[in-house]
C-alpha cells in the first residue's frame, strides 16, 4: 500500500465549476500538508502549505486537512482554463525530512 | 534568477550506456534532490544532499550515484543505463533541511529515454 493515495483522475470541468481534489495518507506521522501543481512538461510548483486540521485559504483556493481520517482536499473556485495541469498532494513527516507525493490528479478545465 | 536549470532536455540512451544529469540552482540554496517521475507513481526520491558535502539516499537509490560538486551544482549519473530508467528526473533544491516547511523549488525536467 501506498502511503499517499490520489485518485490519478483525469478530472474534466467546465470553467467556472468547483474542482475538488483528495488525498488519503496511511502514517499518522506526517506533520506537514502541501498540494504542487504541475503544468504539462514542467517541473512542478508549490500552491499551498498547512499543518494543522482545519482549512486554508489562498485566493480561489482552499486546503483542508483532517488528520483524525487522514484525509486532505484541494478545492479550486471558480475553476480557470489555466487551472488545468496535474495537482500533486505532498506529506512530510517532519520539518526537514523527505517528501512523500501521491501520484497526482489530472485537471482538465474546459471553456 | 534562473532558479533550478537541468541538462539535458531530453536524451536518448542505450542499455548499457552512462550518462550524467546536471543540475544547479542560483537561489543560495543548502539542499538539493532528485526525483524520478513516473506515470502514476508520483514523484520519488533517489537521492538527496542536505548540504553541500553530503549526500544520502532516498526512496529509489538504485542504479545510480550523485554527487554535490558545490552548494550550486547536484549531478545525478548512470553508470550503466537500463530501460526501467526511463523516466522524466526532476532535481529540486530548498533553502535548507530543516526549515518549516521545506519548501521545494524544482527544475523544468530532464525525459530520458533508454531503449
Known amino acids: 500500500q501506498k502511503e499517499v493515495e490520489q485518485d490519478p483522475g483525469p478530472l474534466s470541468v467546465p470553467e467556472g465549476a468547483i474542482v475538488s481534489l483528495n488525498c488519503t495518507y496511511s502514517n499518522s506521522a506526517f506533520q506537514y500538508f502541501m498540494w504542487y501543481r504541475q503544468y504539462s512538461r514542467k517541473g512542478p510548483e508549490l500552491l499551498m502549505y498547512t499543518y494543522s486540521s482545519g482549512n486554508k485559504e489562498d485566493g480561489r483556493f482552499t486546503a483542508q486537512v483532517d488528520k483524525s481520517s487522514k484525509y486532505i482536499s484541494l478545492f479550486i473556485r471558480d475553476s480557470q482554463p489555466s487551472d488545468s495541469a496535474t495537482y500533486l498532494c505532498a506529506i512530510i513527516k517532519a520539518a526537514g525530512n523527505k517528501l512523500t507525493f501521491g501520484g497526482g490528479t489530472r485537471v482538465l478545465v474546459k471553456p | 534568477n534562473a532558479g533550478v536549470t537541468q541538462t539535458p532536455k531530453f536524451q536518448v540512451l542505450k542499455t548499457g550506456q552512462s550518462m550524467t544529469l546536471q543540475c544547479a540552482q542560483d537561489?543560495?540554496?543548502?539542499?538539493m534532490y532528485w526525483y524520478r517521475q513516473d506515470p502514476g507513481m508520483g514523484l520519488r526520491l533517489i537521492y538527496y544532499?542536505?548540504?553541500?558535502?553530503?549526500?544520502d539516499k532516498g526512496e529509489v537509490p538504485n542504479g545510480y550515484n550523485v554527487s554535490r560538486l558545490n552548494k550550486r551544482e547536484f549531478s545525478l549519473r548512470l553508470e550503466s543505463a537500463a530501460p526501467s530508467q526511463t523516466s522524466v528526473y526532476f532535481c529540486?533544491?530548498?533553502?535548507?533541511?530543516?526549515?518549516?516547511?521545506?519548501?521545494?523549488?524544482f527544475g523544468p525536467g530532464t525525459r530520458l529515454l533508454v531503449l
Open positions: 544532499s542536505a548540504s553541500e558535502g553530503t549526500t
Open positions: 529540486a533544491s530548498s533553502e535548507q533541511a530543516g526549515a518549516t516547511p521545506e519548501t521545494q523549488y
Open positions: 537561489m543560495n540554496h543548502n539542499s
